[in-house]
């Protein structure tokens, strides 16, 4: 909206400020003021208030280009890690985890590695209270700096021995 009406104004500057100064001009200076130096008066005068408005306008841009540019650098990363994600969810084989427990992982998480996985959200919920009266074994996927760090955790006698091997640290 504020571009739009910005463009408006530079519009209206562009079009009727020099008419307007040439002819107070014409009207107020001496004869000496012709008509074609009024007009170039005019043309100048919406230039320069052009420039004044783009002026006003560059810290503002510069400011949210730097915004933008750090949070463009923190997408990249995101997306980076959630690539790192598919790995691990490919490297340890889907079948595999949920053979082991099941998985954890962060709530940001879930919905990826849900994608990831093939399955539902809803089946990658752990609910503490659950697991504090039945517990059972769970696949811990934590993020670290450059990748992923898997862990199974809560194993019993009766777990599957690979479970014991279904350790994984994933960085690039």
Do not use: T
């Not at 500057?13 to 005019?42: M, N």
């Not at 997408?75 to 340890?92: I, T």
């Not at 517990?135 to 809560?154: D, F, M, Q």
Request: with cysteine; aromatic share 8%.
């Amino acid at each position: 909206m504020a571009a739009v009406l910005a463009g408006v104004f530079a519009g209206w500057v562009i079009v009727g400020l020099p008419s307007a100064v040439g002819s107070i001009l014409r009207r107020f200076a001496d004869a000496r003021v012709g008509g074609r130096l009024a007009g170039r008066l005019g043309v100048w005068s919406a230039a320069i208030v052009l420039l004044l408005l783009i002026g006003s306008m560059l810290p503002v841009a510069r400011s949210r280009y730097r915004v933008e540019r750090i949070d463009l650098a923190q997408q990249r990363a995101r997306s980076k890690q959630l690539g790192q994600l598919s790995a691990v969810v490919h490297r340890l084989g889907v079948r595999r985890i949920w053979a082991c427990g099941q998985p954890n992982i962060q709530i940001g998480f879930q919905s990826v590695l849900a994608w990831y996985m093939g399955v539902n959200i809803g089946e990658l919920y752990v609910s503490q209270r659950a697991e504090q009266l039945h517990s059972r074994p769970l696949v811990n996927i934590y993020p670290i700096e450059n990748g992923w760090k898997v862990v199974p955790s809560h194993l019993n006698a009766s777990s599957p021995a690979y479970c014991r091997r279904l350790r994984l640290i994933y960085s690039s």
